[in-house]
T-cell receptor, first 113, second 114 residues
């Protein structure tokens, strides 16, 4: 059974639209993250959350907004989509404060036309 | 600023040959060090990690890595590669035990030829 679920697997959007990427983890972790992977930047850290609180934000644009409705959920809302937002977005989770590895989800591949 | 450098974007080796993937970091203190692997169309999986103790750490699938403080390096090695090792390998560092932010290198794509 998958421990980190990301939905959808593939997503096509038009420029200017808004999309929400879903992430749920069933590992009992207390920290969750979003990363972006594209041809320009192989793996780029975006956000980290711990106990549903934002810990670090390395995304310059406010168009990217994480949303945590439950401890094991961290969705990513992207507004005013641009073609440059095309990438694979990975969600990850870990046990914070324990020198632990991060577990990654399978990713959502977003294409903005 | 903290940084991780993987100087080789692509490495090709023959099946059965030995492997070394290079990683260098730039920090004043000894960071937590990781190697992750990404197989095609999948997320990343951790191979091994290091913070202190024996500078040679063992990971899964026969991989090991050696930490060198003098060289600021954490190179990944395998004695004999298999075709299934073809993947992208990422070196990563964190400055603290809480994994609020892990900095990943640019990755090295390994191709194992038959």
């Amino acid at each position: 059974d998958p421990k980190i679920i990301q939905k959808p697997k593939y997503l096509v959007a038009v420029t200017g639209s808004e999309k929400i990427l879903i992430c749920e983890q069933y590992l009992g972790h207390n920290a969750m993250y979003w990363y972006r992977q594209s041809a320009k930047k192989p793996l780029e850290f975006m956000f980290s959350y711990s106990y549903q609180k934002l810990m670090d934000n390395q995304t310059a644009s406010s168009r990217f907004q994480p949303q945590s409705s439950k401890k094991n959920h961290l969705d990513l809302q992207i507004t005013a989509l641009k073609p440059d937002d095309s990438a694979t977005y990975f969600c990850a989770s870990s046990l914070r404060d324990s020198y632990a590895e991060q577990f990654f989800g399978p990713g959502t591949r977003l294409t903005v036309l | 600023a903290q940084s991780v450098t993987q100087p080789d974007a692509r490495v090709t080796v023959s099946e059965g040959a030995s492997l070394q993937l290079r990683c260098k970091y730039s920090y004043s203190a000894t960071p937590y060090l990781f190697w992750y692997v990404q197989y095609p169309r999948q997320g990343l999986q951790m191979l091994l990690k290091y913070y202190s103790g024996d500078p040679v750490v063992q990971g899964v699938n026969g991989f090991e890595a050696e930490f060198s403080k003098s060289d600021s390096s954490f190179h990944l090695r395998k004695a004999s590669v298999h075709w299934s090792d073809s993947a992208v390998y990422f070196c990563a560092v964190s400055l603290s035990s809480n994994t609020d932010k892990v900095v990943f290198g640019t990755g090295t794509r390994l191709q194992v030829s038959p």
